[in-house]
């Protein structure tokens, strides 16, 4: 199959990109900037949230994979989570329509519903019913936590853990994650173009490991080969006043939203392993992989 990717070149994408190729699929990648990027996929330029700078270049292609999506939005440079979640959404099942692409497949999150009460999940939520509203043979994939090379969460938090043995934890610290390597998230998309049965389907993708965010920053120091770090609580009350004022600085490293998505936890269950035929990675393992030590 010819598979057009929007969001190929972010962190899932580079991950998604290598699986597609091992099944022998050939691609068509969406970027942003002119600049060539490295590998054998061909490469066309245009901008998620402008319909006719990209969609006759889906022509020819037998299904579309959108991955299109931030965390953080910066209304200074136009990246809003309304642009880059429902916009683009809406663009990609459009350029779908005009060009009989019947095969769609989009990148959601764990905890996406209609009752959502951060910003990211609600416009989430939106574009989800954007494609189930839409005529296509869609597939819609909520994947909790991913981590893997080039993570920005995970290595976040190993970058403080080298510099000192002290890790400021929000409230409690007893929420809970669930998190899924970007491996894993690949190879259900790569999959699931082979199996029908997926088509009009909502998957939750986690790992196997569910532990607290306590129990993270643990697991990330003894891969390090570091001793447990100290976790002084911040009082919950006090961070939601202050966070909003503090997250306007892009350096800093938690928003609103991100709070409330941590405070609801990103748990779910791993039922999808039975059917795409693979057990999840282990977390520990996982990271490893990258942070060093095992």
Not at 33 to 40: C, D, F, H, I, N
């Amino acid at each position: 199959m010819k598979i057009f990717v929007a969001g190929g070149t972010g962190f899932v994408g580079v991950h998604l990109i290598k699986e597609l190729q091992k099944s022998d699929h050939t691609m068509r990648l969406l970027r942003h900037s002119r600049k060539t990027l490295p590998g054998e996929s061909e490469q066309v330029t245009g901008d998620v949230t402008r319909l006719e700078s990209f969609a006759e270049s889906t022509a020819g292609c037998d299904a579309i994979i959108n991955l299109v999506g931030i965390i953080r939005e910066t209304p200074s440079r136009d990246i809003t989570f309304e642009r880059m979640h429902v916009t683009a959404t809406a663009n990609m099942l459009a350029a779908a329509t005009a060009n009989g692409i019947s095969r769609y497949l989009q990148m959601s999150a764990l905890g996406t519903r209609p009752s959502a009460v951060s910003a990211y999940h609600q416009s989430k939520w939106r574009g989800e019913e954007l494609v189930r509203a839409s005529a296509l043979d869609w597939t819609i994939f909520r994947p909790s936590l991913i981590y893997g090379p080039h993570d920005a969460f995970v290595n976040m938090l190993a970058a403080q853990l080298r510099l000192a043995p002290v890790m400021p934890v929000i409230g409690s610290g007893s929420y809970r994650l669930q998190p899924i390597h970007a491996d894993d998230v690949a190879r259900c998309f790569a999959r699931a173009l082979e199996l029908p049965v997926t088509i009009g389907k909502t998957y939750e993708l986690c790992g196997n490991d569910r532990l607290s965010y306590e129990d993270l920053l643990d697991m990330i120091a003894d891969v390090l080969g570091k001793h447990r770090p100290m976790k002084p609580h911040l009082p919950l009350g006090l961070m939601k006043l202050l966070i909003p004022v503090l997250q306007k600085a892009p350096q800093f490293p938690i928003t609103t939203d991100q709070l409330q998505m941590l405070l609801e936890e990103s748990i779910g269950g791993n039922e999808w392993q039975q059917l795409f035929g693979f057990t999840a990675r282990g977390l520990r393992e996982g990271i490893a992989e990258y942070l060093g030590k095992a």
